[in-house]
């Protein structure tokens, strides 16, 4: 059984940083595309990562890009999201999900569109005030 189940979300002022976890069970972190996803309040679900690790590299949307950085420890299997400068848009619920068909090597490619990913988790709030 396959499950993900983030943490770290918190609510802070502008320009502060946050460090997210996802902690994953069934799956291997380095046998996988990994990808974190947010929703922003009153909004749908990005269809795009914000940012994926995979055995092929990193990729991020252009609204996080120098800001967020994605990493995996493949020991703890867990992904984790670094947020610095956060800004208020970046309130959301962020939620980390696998694609197990892909890992990024053996000739397989991550991608960053949330239907590729067949696991998600819960999610978890982070809120950035002015």
């Known amino acids: 059984q396959v499950r993900l189940a983030e943490s770290g979300g918190d609510s802070v002022q502008a320009g502060e940083s946050l460090r997210l976890t996802c902690t994953i069970s069934g799956v291997s972190v380095n046998n996988a595309c990994m990808g974190w996803f947010r929703q922003a309040p009153g909004k749908e679900r990005e269809e795009f990562a914000i940012?994926?690790?995979?055995?092929?590299?990193?990729e991020y949307d252009d609204s996080v890009k120098d800001r967020f950085t994605v990493s995996r420890d493949n020991v703890e299997n867990a992904v984790y999201l670094q947020m610095n400068s956060l800004k208020p848009e970046d309130t959301a619920i962020y939620s980390c999900?696998?694609?197990?068909?892909?890992?990024?090597?053996?000739?397989?490619?991550?991608?960053?569109?949330?239907?590729?990913?067949?696991?998600w988790g819960q999610g978890t709030q982070v809120t950035v005030s002015s």
């Open positions: 999900a696998a694609d197990s068909r892909r890992s990024g090597s053996d000739g397989t490619i991550c991608y960053r569109r949330d239907f590729m990913y067949s696991y």
């Open positions: 940012a994926m690790i995979g055995n092929d590299g990193t």
